[in-house]
């Protein structure tokens, strides 16, 4: 059983211990150039964040900016959503797989293609490479998510798209700058396609400044330190991670597992589509191997995952399980075998599949399942799985605001994204949201919101039992009230959770479910669809509550003083406290009280239950 793959490893692992003393760079300057690497990224991120003009960049933060080398190991990213970051390491590699040696200083390839390694067409990405001294040497990167890349309607999560034809404008990793000057035919058939083009050219150029301002910093610091000595250490850098990779598998048992978790179909009623994995850890080896090839074949949908999510959702899930001291950088990655199947909606899509809903969906599922899957590994490890899709809270919003001379606009408003599983020792994380975004994106403002759409923010708070109980909760969602003011606004949204709600695990129960309302001028209530395209005109309403994380480990064992406090606060009723957490509750004006003894009875009466 890979008897010649297992001893390379060994070989390799040798190796890397013999490195381990004999350092080439001393540990100040390692210390030092990885910091500086960092603040690289961070004034990439910076660039950015302040030019961007869509929402969905300059409040939410959707976007990544990273960096690798010649040989494409990435740095760890100072900012980014592990969704696009962990994988970026295609973008480079389709670049030079397409340009070979057509590769000049000032050059700058666009791409939103998920068959040329990006993640989805909504995230417009800039790759340019960077010269010293005429030697190519690293690649600056920014993927930026736009909520407008031509789509038939105006979105970019197209979940019930057919195929890729019905997913708008492809750029399949084309030079979009030589010379540092814009390839204007290029410019062009984006704008021509998309339906706010001054928006996006100004998104383009908040990318471009990113990708500059890393070229200039990467140039200055080879200038101070040597380039033979900032490549030499990013080399150092991997094999220091892949080292601190190997030590953590090695502290874990041989084990193997397989498991499968469900999002929902998108007929309502119908059987969920199955998401399976299998891991198996080899300690000697120091290697974890997750296999994704027994998922279903691509759907006719959009939710197909393309090679870019469904890599960095499992990288994403194993280093999560291993700790957080080890750098989420190549050498670490080394550690991690996937075996994907091409054709797969887990895995690898053949063309010409959909995917322009593969950073959501079946996506977040992949990576808390990975998760889930190390439960049984050792105690304390696993999570909670977190909030599936993007809510109606989270809709891409569309029309004209009369505010503004009936301006076109296109934006994702994110607000109320939230939801995160629980883990050992922790309640879930509020604004976590998807597993791809793990508490990166900035919640957006009320104030900002009403500002930058024609809509009114009627209600934003805490779902009332929408968390899953466990001995530590997941989060709870968000239930949130949109009504359009004077315009009509179109809504958008690929949301999950409807028949199968995140998760718990260890004995933690499922959070609970998402629902999407849309309430006439008349005060009638019609529930729609979990993919959402609707119209609101002037006076009407749309109400989303959505799903909470699962939780972790058996509620009965949760500490009655946190479920007095959670029903003190609203987030759950009198009525869960009992059934599910077996608290006893009595109120002393608004303080709620905890029966001790009461309490001690119900939790053995109700853990006598489970047993039968």
């Known amino acids: 059983m890979r008897i010649w793959p297992r001893l390379w490893e060994e070989k390799r692992l040798r190796n890397l211990m013999a490195q381990a003393t004999q350092p080439t760079i001393d540990m100040f300057t390692m210390v030092v150039l990885r910091r500086r690497f960092e603040a690289i990224i961070g004034d990439m991120v910076n660039a950015l964040f302040k030019s961007g003009r869509s929402g969905v960049l300059n409040t939410a933060k959707d976007f990544t900016c990273s960096i690798t080398d010649?040989?494409?190991?990435?740095?760890?990213?100072?900012?980014?959503?592990?969704v696009h970051a962990s994988a970026i390491d295609l973008i480079p590699r389709a670049v030079v797989e397409k340009y070979g040696d057509d590769i000049r200083p000032g050059d700058c390839f666009a791409n939103n293609s998920a068959y040329h390694g990006n993640t989805h067409c909504g995230d417009f990405t800039l790759c340019a490479p960077v010269f010293f001294e005429g030697k190519l040497v690293f690649h600056t990167i920014a993927r930026a998510h736009l909520a407008d890349m031509g789509f038939p309607t105006p979105t970019t999560y197209g979940p019930l798209a057919r195929d890729v034809y019905e997913e708008g404008l492809l750029i399949p990793c084309v030079r979009i700058q030589r010379e540092r000057r814009d390839v204007t035919e290029v410019i062009d058939i984006c704008k021509a396609n998309i339906r706010a083009p001054s928006q996006f050219y100004g998104d383009y150029l908040a990318c471009l400044a990113a990708v500059r301002t890393g070229e200039r910093?990467?140039?200055?610091?080879?200038?101070?330190?040597?380039?033979?000595?900032?490549?030499?250490?990013?080399?150092?850098?991997?094999?220091?991670?892949?080292?601190?990779?190997?030590?953590?598998?090695?502290?874990?048992?041989?084990?193997?597992v397989e498991k499968e978790a469900f999002h929902d179909a998108v007929i309502p009623g119908a059987p969920g589509i199955p998401v399976r994995a299998i891991l198996t850890i080899d300690p000697d080896a120091a290697m974890i191997e997750i296999d994704l090839r027994n998922n279903v074949d691509n759907l006719p949908l959009g939710i197909n995952m393309s090679e870019s999510t469904t890599t960095a959702s499992c990288r994403n899930g194993v280093l999560s399980m291993l700790g957080p001291d080890i750098p989420r950088c190549t050498g670490a990655y080394r550690r991690i075998r996937l075996l994907l199947r091409e054709g797969a909606a887990v895995g690898k899509p053949r063309?010409?599949?959909?995917?322009?809903?593969a950073t959501t969906n079946l996506c977040q599922?992949?990576?808390?399942?990975?998760?889930?899957?190390?439960?049984?590994?050792?105690?304390?490890?696993?999570?909670?799985?977190?909030?599936?899709?993007?809510?109606?809270?989270?809709?891409?919003?569309?029309?004209?605001?009369?505010?503004?001379?009936?301006?076109?606009?296109?934006?994702?408003?994110?607000?109320?994204?939230?939801?995160?599983?629980?883990?050992?020792?922790?309640?879930?994380?509020?604004?976590?949201?998807?597993?791809?975004?793990?508490?990166v994106l900035n919640q957006a403002s009320v104030e900002i919101v009403e500002q930058q759409q024609p809509i009114i923010v009627e209600r934003l708070e805490v779902g009332e039992d929408s968390a899953g109980p466990g001995q530590w909760d997941g989060a709870p969602g968000a239930l949130c009230v949109y009504r359009a003011r004077q315009d009509e606004v179109r809504f958008t949204a690929n949301s999950g959770g409807r028949d199968h709600p995140p998760a718990g695990i260890a004995m933690g129960r499922a959070g609970g479910f998402n629902r999407t309302w849309k309430?006439?001028?008349?005060?009638?209530?019609?529930?729609?669809?979990?993919?959402?395209?609707?119209?609101?005109?002037?006076?009407?309403?749309?109400?989303?509550?959505?799903?909470?994380?699962?939780?972790?480990?058996?509620?009965?064992?949760?500490?009655?003083?946190?479920?007095?406090?959670?029903?003190?606060?609203?987030w759950i009723s009198k009525s869960h406290a009992s059934e599910l957490y077996g608290v006893v509750t009595s109120y002393d004006g608004e303080r709620v009280l905890v029966d001790v003894p009461a309490t001690e009875v119900r939790r053995a009466s109700l853990g006598e239950d489970i047993r039968q």
């Open 70 to 82: 010649a040989k494409l190991q990435t740095v760890s990213a100072a900012v980014g959503l592990p």
């Open 217 to 256: 910093g990467i140039e200055e610091l080879c200038v101070r330190y040597g380039r033979e000595t900032v490549l030499a250490f990013l080399d150092q850098y991997q094999d220091y991670a892949e080292r601190m990779t190997v030590e953590a598998i090695r502290r874990l048992p041989a084990f193997r």
């Open 519 to 570: 309430i006439d001028t008349d005060g009638r209530k019609t529930e729609m669809p979990a993919f959402l395209d609707t119209v609101l005109q002037k006076g009407e309403s749309l109400v989303s509550q959505a799903c909470g994380g699962g939780g972790f480990g058996d509620p009965l064992k949760r500490d009655p003083g946190r479920v007095a406090q959670r029903l003190e606060e609203g």
């Open 351 to 357: 063309f010409p599949a959909a995917t322009s809903a």
């Open 365 to 439: 599922v992949l990576s808390p399942l990975v998760q889930s899957l190390f439960a049984g590994v050792a105690p304390g490890l696993g999570a909670g799985f977190a909030t599936v899709g993007n809510p109606a809270s989270c809709a891409v919003v569309s029309g004209r605001d009369m505010r503004h001379g009936g301006r076109a606009f296109a934006n994702q408003i994110i607000m109320g994204y939230w939801g995160g599983g629980g883990v050992h020792g922790h309640d879930g994380w509020l604004t976590n949201g998807g597993s791809g975004a793990a508490g």
